[in-house]
T-cell receptor, first 113, second 114 residues
């Protein structure tokens, strides 16, 4: 049971480039979320999904897109990378956040130069 | 909106000291409350949880009690170890409607010295 798998673990982008952060879970969880972690800011929600085909914006969605075509996968797309998007990104999944909380991946450390 | 406030850090303790990390919350509904721990270079792990008032969550010697009257969920451990050095996050999930989000505090870094 792999849990939540994020790839890549590290990435360096140039300003203006685009890329996709991958997230996959094998627990058949309906709920999935993307967070970014910045020093002194805690974790801030970017986008979330309550099931395949259903996504919604979180606290800091600008500059990011998501889609949920399958239960397992929830990729995060950076449309045109900016230095302000330098951060650690975490994907998480849950069968019921109100009762179980979320299971987190190990993160992707992204640097935009 | 929902919010979580954690005490300012960092916190440095000697091994076997008593630990308290304060957490208070604001929520419009009836939230579930969580403590997560993040070890260096890793993702967040659920440490403990409480889903209703007066519940006590516990794990690995850590405890926290859901206090609705003071809107608090303080984390305690009677005797910390060097291996407890990590970042600790308090979080809530509100039951209202179809809310599926966790709201996190800013986290606090705990360092335990031998």
């Amino acid at each position: 049971n792999a849990g939540v798998t994020q790839t890549p673990k590290f990435q360096v982008l140039k300003t203006g480039q685009s890329m996709t952060l991958q997230c996959a879970q094998d627990m058949n969880h309906e709920y999935m979320s993307w967070y970014r972690q910045d020093p002194g800011m805690g974790l801030r929600l970017i986008h979330y999904s309550v099931g395949a085909g259903i996504t919604d914006q979180g606290e800091v969605p600008n500059g990011y897109n998501v889609s949920r075509s399958t239960t397992e996968d929830f990729p995060l797309r950076l449309l045109s990378a900016a230095p302000s998007q330098t951060s650690v990104y975490f994907c998480a999944s849950s069968s019921g956040p109100g009762v179980h909380g979320y299971t987190f991946g190990s993160g992707t450390r992204l640097t935009v130069v | 909106g929902d919010s979580v406030t954690q005490m300012e850090g960092p916190v440095t303790l000697s091994e076997e000291a008593f630990l308290t990390i304060n957490c208070t919350y604001t929520a419009t509904g009836y939230p579930s409350l969580f403590w997560y721990v993040q070890y260096p270079g890793e993702g967040l792990q659920l440490l403990l949880k409480a889903t209703k008032a007066d519940d006590k969550g516990s794990n690995k010697g850590f405890e926290a009690t859901y206090r609705k009257e003071t809107t608090s969920f303080h984390l305690e451990k009677g005797s910390v170890q060097v291996s407890d050095s990590a970042v600790y996050f308090c979080a809530l999930s509100d039951y209202t409607g179809a809310n599926s989000k966790l709201t996190f505090g800013k986290g606090i870094t705990l360092s335990v010295r031998p």
